[in-house]
């Protein structure tokens, strides 16, 4: 973090680059993800006091959006002030101008819990089995919502890609490292539960039959899932009706929209 006189007499880019680093800085310290030794340290002034001078500053540059102006000085007029909204506003805006814009990774996010409880609490016996992902964050993605919703597991096909990629550590909020999961092959899944799989062709979702336990396989962001898939899942197949021109969804959005609704029939008993 730099002094704001020292920002005040740097010029144009390099001054919009320094800020923008500087509000990235002071967001991790406001979510408590600061890297050790990078955290708030001006004894001068408080950090809040800091926020709001370096927002005042952004509010200077003349190519500054007016609508993100406007945006920011209703954040300021605040009593208190929140340092992270006012701190995103100001990065976000100094970035259009400078013309990068925050990638998937930039995103500043704080684990939503600090203390976990001892035990997961889940639903027995409602997995998942994700064939041939090759995205990270659509993996980390499927293990986030795997957990959010309750589900015991996540089987993996040998062709999904690395859980341990920093894409998928990064989108997964920490749930890979709490589920449980595995490497298996179509063949190696559990024989004494039901499996399903998650294409379109199939019987739509308000009207499919959820098994009370069981295994969805969702497939590929390219293909779907494949023939042997298909084959393997002798319970049956669940459709997402789509109106859409397009009708395509991501696999970890049509994913957490399948497990909302499976979880919603075991909570009701209406299997």
Same mark, same amino acid.
């Given at each position: 973090?730099?002094?704001?006189?020292? #920002?005040?007499?740097?010029?144009?880019?390099?001054?919009?680059?320094?800020?923008? #680093?500087?509000?990235?800085?002071?967001?991790?310290?406001? +979510?408590?993800?600061?890297?050790?030794?990078c955290g708030y340290r001006f004894p001068s002034m408080t950090r809040g006091e800091y926020v709001a001078k370096l927002a005042s500053i952004v509010l200077e540059d003349s190519q500054l959006p007016e609508e993100v102006a406007?945006?920011?000085?209703?954040?300021? +007029?605040?009593?208190?002030?929140?340092?992270?909204?006012?701190?995103n506003c100001a990065r976000n805006g100094l970035l259009a101008i400078i013309g990068t814009f925050p990638a998937e990774w930039d995103l500043i996010i704080a684990?939503?819990?600090?203390?976990?409880?001892? +035990?997961?609490?889940?639903?027995?016996?409602?997995?998942?089995?994700?064939?041939?992902?090759?995205s990270p964050f659509n993996l980390g993605s499927i293990f986030r919502t795997a957990e959010a919703m309750g589900a015991q597991g996540v089987f993996l096909s040998p062709g999904c890609c690395d859980p341990a990629h920093p894409r998928a550590v990064r989108s997964g909020m920490g749930c890979i490292e709490v589920m449980?999961?595995?490497?298996?092959?179509?063949?190696?899944l559990p024989s004494d539960l039901p499996v399903f799989v998650l294409e379109t062709g199939g019987t739509p979702l308000k009207d499919f039959v959820f098994p009370r336990q069981g295994i969805v396989i969702i497939g590929s962001e390219e293909l779907g899932v494949s023939p042997a898939a298909l084959e393997r899942a002798t319970y049956g197949r669940v459709t997402i009706p789509m109106k859409g021109m397009k009708a395509s969804l991501n696999v970890g959005v049509a994913f957490g929209i399948l497990m909302q609704a499976w979880v919603g029939a075991v909570e009701t008993g209406s299997l």
């Amino acid at each position: 973090m730099i002094a704001p006189d020292k #920002l005040n007499h740097l010029r144009g880019g390099q001054k919009r680059r320094k800020l923008a #680093l500087c509000f990235g800085a002071l967001e991790r310290d406001i +979510a408590g993800i600061a890297e050790t030794g990078c955290g708030y340290r001006f004894p001068s002034m408080t950090r809040g006091e800091y926020v709001a001078k370096l927002a005042s500053i952004v509010l200077e540059d003349s190519q500054l959006p007016e609508e993100v102006a406007v945006q920011l000085k209703s954040l300021l +007029a605040a009593n208190p002030i929140d340092q992270r909204r006012v701190c995103n506003c100001a990065r976000n805006g100094l970035l259009a101008i400078i013309g990068t814009f925050p990638a998937e990774w930039d995103l500043i996010i704080a684990p939503h819990r600090r203390e976990l409880p001892a +035990a997961r609490d889940f639903y027995p016996g409602l997995y998942v089995y994700a064939e041939d992902i090759r995205s990270p964050f659509n993996l980390g993605s499927i293990f986030r919502t795997a957990e959010a919703m309750g589900a015991q597991g996540v089987f993996l096909s040998p062709g999904c890609c690395d859980p341990a990629h920093p894409r998928a550590v990064r989108s997964g909020m920490g749930c890979i490292e709490v589920m449980e999961w595995r490497r298996l092959a179509l063949e190696e899944l559990p024989s004494d539960l039901p499996v399903f799989v998650l294409e379109t062709g199939g019987t739509p979702l308000k009207d499919f039959v959820f098994p009370r336990q069981g295994i969805v396989i969702i497939g590929s962001e390219e293909l779907g899932v494949s023939p042997a898939a298909l084959e393997r899942a002798t319970y049956g197949r669940v459709t997402i009706p789509m109106k859409g021109m397009k009708a395509s969804l991501n696999v970890g959005v049509a994913f957490g929209i399948l497990m909302q609704a499976w979880v919603g029939a075991v909570e009701t008993g209406s299997l």
